[in-house]
């Protein structure tokens, strides 16, 4: 062996001690798995719990908060469950859930596109920005309640 290769060698023997000193030698058991987005709402298990709202899945940008005293807010109401508030942030939100026996929404700045479900029919409602609209029970009193299963929020032109 030539000095030049010996060398050569012992720098690179002595990068490869120096890297696994460190702990920078990765393999296939230290690779996180690859992050996968499942939209599910955080915490929905226990809201549904505390508060009896199935939040499914949304994008973030439709989220539930105290309503207050605060006028700014999207809100839902059902005759069993009580007055539900969100916070939209950004120019579109979209929020799944399922809230049962909803008569009452309200848009904030956004126009808002709800999914409902009265029996077996599944409709959609316009609600323009910052007024109410009623649905279900709430538009019709004949009518079967509606179960509120969308809400898509859109920036009003």
Same mark, same amino acid.
């Given at each position: 062996? =030539? ?19 460190s702990g920078n030698v990765s393999s296939a058991e230290d690779t996180p798995p ?5 939209? +599910? ?7 549904? !719990?505390?508060?009896?709202? @199935?939040?499914?899945?949304? +994008? ?5 908060? +105290? *309503?207050?005293?605060?006028? +700014?807010?999207?809100?839902?109401? =059902? ?5 539900? *508030?969100? !916070?939209? =942030? ?8 399922? @809230?049962? !026996? ?8 956004h126009v808002i596109q709800a999914t409902i479900t009265i029996k077996d029919r ?13 649905i279900g029970e709430g538009a019709d009193p004949n009518s079967p309640p509606a179960?509120? @299963? ?8």
């Amino acid at each position: 062996m =030539s000095a030049r290769f010996f060398s050569r060698l012992m720098v690179i023997g002595m990068a490869g001690a120096v890297s696994v000193l460190s702990g920078n030698v990765s393999s296939a058991e230290d690779t996180p798995p690859p992050t996968e987005e499942n939209y +599910d709402y955080p915490g929905a298990e226990k809201i549904f !719990q505390e508060r009896g709202i @199935l939040l499914r899945k949304g +994008d973030g940008h439709i989220l539930l908060v +105290d *309503c207050g005293n605060r006028n +700014d807010l999207v809100e839902a109401w =059902s005759r069993s469950k009580g007055r539900f *508030c969100f !916070q939209v =942030s950004g120019s579109t939100g979209y929020l799944s859930m399922e @809230l049962p !026996q909803a008569y009452l929404l309200k848009a904030d700045s956004h126009v808002i596109q709800a999914t409902i479900t009265i029996k077996d029919r599944t409709d959609s409602v316009t609600v323009p920005k910052t007024e109410f609209k009623s649905i279900g029970e709430g538009a019709d009193p004949n009518s079967p309640p509606a179960t509120l @299963l969308e809400l898509k929020a859109t920036a009003a032109g």
